[in-house]
């Protein structure tokens, strides 16, 4: 059996497991299904959005959560166009592999800045997302990840690669491996077919553009040149505070918030996060599902906003910069599903 056949089986197989429930759908339609399982009632209807190319559907029916099955496929869906059924449920759109793996062997010979191309070796051996160790720690994921940070720091050199991609890479390189290696170890990804791994490469390389243009097209531009999105993220966070206060400069000390929110505007919460947690989160950014604006760029401003909420929320002044220090590391150390359906729910209605 193919590997077109087998996916297309699974899904077949998916749909009877989940069956095309009423009762099912209203009873999960009550609580945001912000787990890493996902919401499962959705299964049947999020596999007939996939078969009819229906992006709208598919954000609506994404909204209540996304089913760990069907991430992988729903996150390629969202960062395509024009993609066949087949191609989107073996992530492997004919045109984008063909245009990646004819320059990505080749990767090596880019002229890269120098100093870009440093950080991009420093970023790789030093990437250890929690679980993962030591597949990370393997030649060859060093050598795949490695080359997709090179591609991307090639073709989009302004504002380029930075400290903290690697995380975001690390996030969309296990979802889609998982997606194929059943128990995603370091015994199970060496058994795997190589040119399965080159689809799981070249999708987190489709993935990470998506994600990283939809920021960057809303950042401003100074003499020509994108500045690094973590500032024009941060602009429009004071604007947000600024708009309900118009005293908040006066108040606060902008460089105390900056600094705590900062990792969070650079990275995306991949940093401080394991990736099956990261990967909620990021369900909503990429399906647009966690913010009423339905954009990247909204989506995370909005969950950094929520995120300052919920600190204001335990008492912390905003302007004491080791209350706020001591709140935000207790948050991330005692994270759970739960924090971050709240996160999400404070960042939907902002």
């Known amino acids: 059996m193919s590997i077109k056949e087998e996916l297309e089986k699974r899904m077949k197989v998916l749909q009877k497991k989940y069956p095309n429930s009423y009762v099912q759908k209203l009873l999960s339609s ?17 596999i007939e959005d996939l078969k009819k190319g229906d992006k709208r559907k598919l954000y609506f029916d994404c909204s209540n959560g996304v089913p760990k099955e069907l991430r992988a496929p729903v996150w390629y869906c969202m960062a395509t166009e024009g993609c066949s059924y087949e191609e989107i449920i073996q992530i492997k759109s004919k045109r984008l592999y063909i245009e990646y793996w004819s320059e990505a062997y080749e990767c090596e010979l880019f002229d890269l800045n120098k100093k870009q191309a440093r950080t991009i070796d420093v970023d790789v051996v030093r990437l250890f997302p929690e679980g993962y160790k030591e597949i990370f720690k393997h030649e060859d994921v060093r050598m795949r990840i490695r080359r997709i940070k090179r591609m991307y720091e090639y073709h989009f050199p302004n504002p380029g690669y930075f400290q903290g991609m690697g995380d975001i890479v690390a996030v969309f390189f296990v979802i889609f491996s998982e997606y194929y290696i059943n128990e995603f170890s370091i015994n199970n990804y060496l058994k795997t077919d190589n040119e399965i791994l080159d689809r799981i490469e070249c999708a987190t390389y489709v993935l990470l553009i998506y994600i990283m ?13 994108k500045e690094f999105h ?20 006066i108040k606060y000390d902008e460089f105390i918030i900056k600094q ?3 990792k969070i505007l650079v990275c995306f919460f991949a940093r401080d996060l394991n990736i099956h947690l990261t990967s909620i989160i990021y369900d909503g950014l990429i399906c647009g599902t966690c913010c009423s604006e339905g954009k990247v760029f909204n989506g995370i401003i909005k969950l950094a906003i929520a995120f300052i909420e919920m600190i204001k929320q335990q008492g912390v002044d ?7 220090n001591q709140e935000s590391h207790k948050f991330f150390e005692t994270i759970t599903e739960s924090k971050i359906s709240q996160l999400i729910a404070i960042a939907w209605y902002l």
């Not at 243009?213 to 040149?225: A, H, L, P």
């Not at 024009?232 to 908040?248: A, H, P, Q, T």
């Not at 905003?318 to 706020?324: T, V």
């Open 260 to 262: 705590q929110i900062y």
């Open 30 to 46: 009550f609580t945001r299904q912000t787990t890493f399982e996902g919401n499962k009632s959705k299964v049947y209807d999020i």
């Open 230 to 249: 973590p500032e024009s993220l941060w602009r429009e966070i004071v604007k947000f505070y600024i708009l309900k206060d118009k005293n908040f400069k």
């Open 318 to 324: 905003l302007g004491d910069l080791y209350s706020f």
């Open 213 to 225: 243009q939809n920021i960057c097209c809303d950042c401003k531009t100074i003499d020509g040149v």
